[in-house]
């Protein structure tokens, strides 16, 4: 297990890891845009609800003063209905005017509609406690009903020329006037000064008395008024022979405006009363009594029914520019965090990953490393690279390395060839059959190595063809100490094997003689005389287990993890007495892997050496 494969696996803590931050800063964002929506929704629904609210409130009270205006000039319902349709189309709703009995007297939905379950308001200008024209809340009578105190062209026009007479000698005193018209037809001059004006009130009076006395139209009203309010007045104690200040019975004015009642009402019996009890009888007693005056010139009591408009919509309204700016302030908000955190997110992330591209994109020979700066995937991915970089390093100084020992390996047998030629063309030695058999040993040698190199080649390059078979172990242990019997015997070691059960090998019975060859070999080489080298055979679940042991120098600790390598060897002076060409040990590796198998080598330094090969099983023939 080599380091980077165990870093890659690390495990990450979970608020560390890329997945998680990707997905906090989108929550983040989501948060944001649903808390953002949702406040904007609220208070831009919130505003428009209020907005439509008074929209339709006013509407309504426009209608209902329209409609109480209508009744207050006319004495029946005869010709509203244009104007029903008016107001309708002007305000989206529906309107329906209805006597007491929900008879119909007007409708701007089409005839058969069903009308809403209750009214809105009843039009009663004689009673409009809902209408807020000035004066009507305090007299309830709409003051556009006028009737009999409706003045002639000719009583209007002497009331004109007084009121211009009267604002221009205001003017000379420096007053501002403005001249304002009663429904009855009446000229009020209005100061923007009341004190001043009520100075110079006797001084530019003279003249013009018939601003502040009834005409003779009024007059003559005020007397029926006073006669109808007689039985009233009698009956609270009243004098009902007390003449009526002028003002306190005209329509459009109130009893109770600022012209003050007669202060010379008397208790019937010559007593004094307490004033303000006989003034507000009186009061009682002349708006009971205009009412019924004024009844037979408006139209009758009829109920005002209010709904949605013809086309079943409802009432209208537009956003405000205040709510518009609302929804793009709100989305540039959203916008502007959105950025700012994918900005600040995607910069981290893309930091180490630029690194990353720096690094790969350095010359092989510079080896860049990339600093680790953070513990999610980026950083493994960081480590990866650098370990990546690491064994790139290493396998480049072992190419270097190879070369070179290839360089040596083949150059030893040749110059020693080129050598022992030279000097026989020269005629200095004779071509004897020992100088043949030893420029024959070197070809050999020669032979080994290449072959060797081209067994790794194929090995590496993932062509090596291996024909497998059942194989018994006991036949392979004794065909390997057949062939290397003479060898050892020459070297004064002894060669055993041992077999545990009768264990069968799924193997090249060729390719696995010729890695426990290089064992043997190996074994002989590094083993003293009168030594002992072991083949072992034994089951091991799905794996068969082989080894060779000897009871030579061993190898030194931090010699064991390389003796694998290519061309390696304890001894640095690489001499053929005490090695091969180091290429041994790194083909039974490959051997193995080939197999599917695993090599391993342990030593005790002075004790020996034991080389493991796990290879897979195979079922005895005739067993299955």
Same mark, same amino acid.
Request: with cysteine; net charge neutral.
């Given at each position: 297990?080599?380091?980077?494969?165990? &870093?890659?696996?690390?495990?990450?803590?979970?608020?560390?890891?890329?997945?998680?931050?990707?997905?906090?800063?989108?929550?983040?964002?989501?948060?944001?845009?649903?808390?953002?929506?949702?406040?904007?929704?609220?208070? /831009?629904?919130?505003?428009?609800?209020?907005?439509?609210?008074?929209?339709?409130?006013?509407?309504?009270?426009?209608?209902?003063?329209?409609?109480?205006?209508?009744?207050?000039?006319?004495?029946?319902?005869?010709?509203?209905?244009?104007?029903?349709?008016?107001?309708?189309?002007?305000?989206?709703?529906?309107?329906?005017?209805?006597?007491?009995?929900?008879?119909?007297?007007?409708?701007?939905?089409?005839?058969?509609?069903?009308?809403? @379950?209750?009214?809105?308001?009843?039009?009663?200008?004689?009673?409009?406690?809902?209408?807020?024209?000035?004066?009507?809340?305090?007299?309830?009578?709409?003051?556009?009903?006028?009737?009999?105190?409706?003045?002639?062209?000719?009583?209007?026009?002497?009331?004109?020329?007084?009121?211009?007479?009267?604002?221009?000698?205001?003017?000379?005193?420096?007053?501002?006037?403005?001249?304002?018209?009663?429904?009855?037809?009446?000229?009020?001059?209005?100061?923007?000064?009341? =004190?001043?004006?009520?100075?110079?009130?006797?001084?530019?009076?003279?003249?013009?008395?018939?601003?502040?006395?009834?005409?003779?139209?009024?007059?003559?009203?005020?007397?029926?008024?006073?006669?109808?309010?007689?039985?009233?007045?009698?009956?609270? !104690?009243?004098?009902?022979?007390?003449?009526?200040?002028?003002?306190?019975?005209?329509?459009?004015?109130?009893?109770?405006? @600022?012209?003050?009642?007669?202060?010379?009402?008397?208790?019937?019996?010559?007593?004094?009363?307490?004033?303000?009890?006989?003034?507000?009888?009186?009061?009682?007693?002349?708006?009971?009594?205009?009412?019924?005056?004024?009844?037979?010139?408006?139209?009758?009591? $009829?109920?005002?029914?209010?709904?949605?408009?013809?086309?079943?919509?409802?009432?209208?309204?537009?956003?405000?520019?205040?709510?518009?700016?609302?929804?793009?302030? $709100?989305?540039?908000?959203?916008?502007?965090?959105?950025?700012?955190?994918?900005?600040?997110?995607?910069?981290?992330?893309?930091?180490?990953?630029?690194?990353?591209?720096?690094?790969?994109?350095?010359?092989?020979?510079?080896?860049?490393?990339?600093?680790?700066?953070?513990?999610?995937?980026?950083?493994?991915?960081?480590?990866?690279?650098?370990?990546?970089?690491? &064994?790139?390093?290493?396998?480049?100084?072992?190419?270097?390395?190879?070369?070179?020992?290839?360089?040596?390996?083949?150059?030893?047998?040749?110059?020693?060839?080129?050598?022992?030629?030279?000097?026989?063309?020269?005629?200095?030695?004779?071509?004897?059959?020992?100088?043949?058999?030893?420029?024959?040993?070197?070809?050999?040698?020669?032979?080994?190595?290449?072959?060797?190199?081209?067994?790794?080649?194929?090995?590496?390059?993932?062509?090596?063809?291996?024909?497998?078979?059942?194989?018994?172990?006991?036949?392979?242990?004794?065909?390997?100490?057949?062939?290397?019997?003479?060898?050892?015997?020459?070297? !004064?070691?002894?060669?055993?094997?041992? =077999?545990?059960?009768?264990?069968?090998?799924?193997?090249?019975?060729?390719?696995?003689?010729?890695?426990?060859?290089?064992?043997?070999?190996?074994?002989?080489?590094?083993?003293?005389?009168?030594?002992?080298?072991?083949?072992?055979?034994?089951?091991?679940?799905?794996?068969?287990?082989?080894?060779?042991?000897? /009871?030579?120098?061993?190898?030194?600790?931090?010699?064991?993890? &390389?003796?694998?390598?290519?061309?390696?060897?304890?001894?640095?002076?690489?001499?053929? &007495?005490?090695?091969?060409?180091?290429?041994?040990? @790194?083909?039974?590796?490959?051997?193995?892997?080939?197999?599917?198998?695993?090599?391993?080598?342990?030593? /005790?330094? !002075?004790?020996?050496?034991?080389?493991?090969?796990?290879?897979?099983?195979?079922?005895?023939?005739?067993?299955?």
């Amino acid at each position: 297990m080599n380091p980077a494969g165990t &870093r890659t696996r690390t495990r990450i803590p979970l608020r560390k890891r890329l997945l998680v931050r990707l997905l906090i800063a989108s929550v983040l964002i989501a948060v944001c845009s649903v808390a953002a929506t949702a406040w904007l929704a609220v208070t /831009t629904t919130t505003r428009a609800l209020r907005e439509e609210q008074g929209q339709a409130l006013a509407d309504d009270m426009d209608i209902l003063a329209q409609l109480s205006g209508y009744a207050a000039a006319h004495p029946d319902w005869t010709g509203v209905e244009a104007t029903v349709r008016d107001l309708s189309a002007r305000t989206g709703r529906r309107i329906a005017l209805t006597t007491a009995d929900r008879t119909p007297l007007a409708d701007s939905a089409p005839r058969g509609t069903p009308l809403p @379950p209750s009214a809105a308001a009843t039009v009663d200008p004689l009673r409009t406690d809902t209408y807020s024209e000035p004066g009507a809340q305090l007299s309830g009578t709409d003051p556009r009903v006028v009737g009999p105190y409706r003045l002639t062209p000719n009583e209007r026009a002497e009331l004109d020329g007084a009121a211009r007479a009267r604002q221009r000698c205001l003017s000379r005193y420096g007053i501002d006037t403005t001249v304002t018209r009663t429904p009855s037809g009446r000229p009020v001059v209005t100061g923007t000064d009341s =004190t001043t004006s009520g100075y110079l009130a006797e001084e530019c009076g003279d003249g013009q008395r018939q601003l502040d006395t009834p005409m003779p139209t009024e007059g003559k009203a005020l007397t029926a008024l006073q006669e109808r309010a007689g039985g009233c007045l009698t009956r609270a !104690g009243l004098d009902p022979g007390t003449p009526l200040l002028f003002g306190a019975g005209l329509p459009g004015t109130s009893v109770r405006s @600022p012209t003050p009642a007669p202060a010379f009402v008397k208790v019937a019996g010559g007593r004094d009363g307490d004033g303000k009890a006989a003034l507000h009888a009186a009061q009682t007693c002349l708006e009971s009594a205009r009412r019924v005056q004024l009844d037979p010139y408006v139209a009758p009591v $009829a109920e005002l029914f209010l709904g949605v408009g013809d086309d079943g919509a409802a009432p209208r309204w537009v956003m405000s520019p205040a709510n518009k700016a609302k929804v793009v302030g $709100a989305a540039g908000l959203v916008l502007a965090v959105t950025v700012a955190v994918t900005v600040v997110v995607a910069t981290r992330l893309v930091r180490p990953l630029r690194a990353l591209t720096e690094a790969a994109g350095q010359p092989p020979d510079r080896h860049a490393r990339v600093p680790v700066t953070t513990r999610d995937e980026t950083g493994l991915l960081a480590e990866a690279f650098n370990d990546l970089a690491e &064994r790139r390093e290493r396998l480049e100084a072992q190419r270097k390395a190879f070369v070179s020992d290839v360089a040596h390996e083949l150059r030893s047998p040749l110059t020693n060839i080129r050598g022992w030629l030279e000097v026989a063309r020269d005629g200095l030695v004779e071509p004897d059959t020992e100088l043949l058999g030893a420029l024959h040993e070197e070809a050999l040698l020669l032979q080994r190595v290449i072959d060797d190199l081209r067994d790794l080649a194929a090995a590496d390059a993932g062509t090596l063809r291996l024909h497998r078979e059942p194989v018994p172990a006991d036949d392979l242990l004794a065909q390997v100490t057949a062939a290397h019997r003479v060898a050892a015997d020459s070297a !004064g070691v002894r060669l055993r094997t041992e =077999t545990e059960g009768a264990p069968w090998l799924d193997a090249d019975p060729v390719r696995l003689r010729q890695a426990l060859g290089n064992l043997v070999t190996n074994a002989v080489r590094h083993t003293p005389p009168d030594g002992t080298v072991t083949l072992t055979a034994r089951g091991d679940g799905e794996r068969v287990v082989l080894e060779v042991a000897d /009871t030579g120098t061993g190898i030194a600790a931090e010699d064991l993890p &390389r003796v694998f390598e290519r061309f390696w060897r304890a001894e640095k002076s690489r001499s053929r &007495r005490t090695g091969g060409s180091g290429l041994g040990l @790194p083909i039974v590796r490959q051997l193995t892997d080939a197999h599917g198998g695993t090599a391993q080598a342990a030593s /005790t330094p !002075g004790a020996g050496s034991v080389f493991t090969l796990r290879l897979p099983a195979a079922t005895a023939p005739g067993d299955g």
